[in-house]
């Protein structure tokens, strides 16, 4: 079975500084997408960034950006030029690729707060 | 990419009794699926809701606890039945197409908060 591992309760950055959060995965699958997710307080998740396994590439988004390494098993969050409204739960979720239904699995989740 | 309306956003209801949550969403989707997230805990996967068939459950939860209908390409319902405080949870439907793109990811409604007393 697949396994998403996020070993950070929480984290704490200052304003404008750089923080990354980790996450670790289990898989025999070969195809797979791999997810950062936000939840502030509104409960409402939000997509951050998404890797696909196939591509060697790091995915980025803006001030957000990841370190994938596919043989370690390793998918971490950079958030670059940290803002207040970075506040929130991050979940590290893995979804299998091909023909399958879908889901996510989810990490614990990391909170992070921002200092001003 | 789509836009989930779910409904209530919070209730507080006696155990025993039933809750049907809504999920609403703006265009078709391939995939429906309800999640719940316990206090201060991760998602896990209820199941998935299937149009025109019997949703498909996850180990742990069954059908005639959390009945679901997903009666069309649009729209699911999920029923927690016979309440107890353990089910007092957020539940949150979310969605997706099999496009490839990133706009037809996973996409989540704002959840209901259930409290059972």
């Known amino acids: 079975a697949q396994t998403v591992t996020q070993s950070q309760p929480e984290m704490s950055v200052q304003e404008a500084e750089t923080v990354t959060l980790s996450c670790t995965y289990d898989t025999s699958e070969s195809d797979y997408y791999l997810f950062w997710y936000k939840q502030p307080p509104s409960r409402q998740m939000i997509l951050v960034i998404r890797q696909e396994a196939y591509k060697q590439q790091n995915a980025t988004e803006n001030r957000f950006s990841v370190n994938f390494q596919k043989a370690a098993k390793s998918f971490s969050l950079k958030i670059s030029d940290s803002q207040l409204g970075d506040a929130a739960m991050y979940f590290c979720a893995y979804r299998k690729g091909g023909g399958s239904q879908g889901n996510l699995i989810f990490g614990k989740g990391t909170k992070l707060s921002v200092k001003p | 990419s789509a836009v989930i309306s779910q409904k209530p956003s919070r209730d507080i209801c006696q155990r025993g009794t039933s809750l049907t949550i809504q999920c609403q969403v703006d265009s078709q989707v391939t995939m429906m699926f309800w999640y719940r997230q316990q206090p201060g805990q991760s998602l896990t996967l209820i199941a998935t809701?299937?149009?025109?068939?019997?949703?498909?459950?996850e180990s742990g939860f069954v059908i005639d606890k959390f009945p679901i209908s997903r009666p069309n390409l649009t729209f699911s319902t999920l029923t927690v039945s016979n309440m107890s405080p353990e089910d007092s949870s957020i539940y949150l439907c979310?969605?997706?197409?099999?496009?490839?793109?990133?706009?037809?990811?996973?996409?989540f409604g704002q959840g209901t908060r259930l409290t059972v007393v």
């Open positions: 979310s969605a997706r197409t099999n496009r490839g793109n990133r706009e037809n990811e996973a996409f």
């Open positions: 809701a299937n149009q025109g068939s019997e949703a498909t459950y």
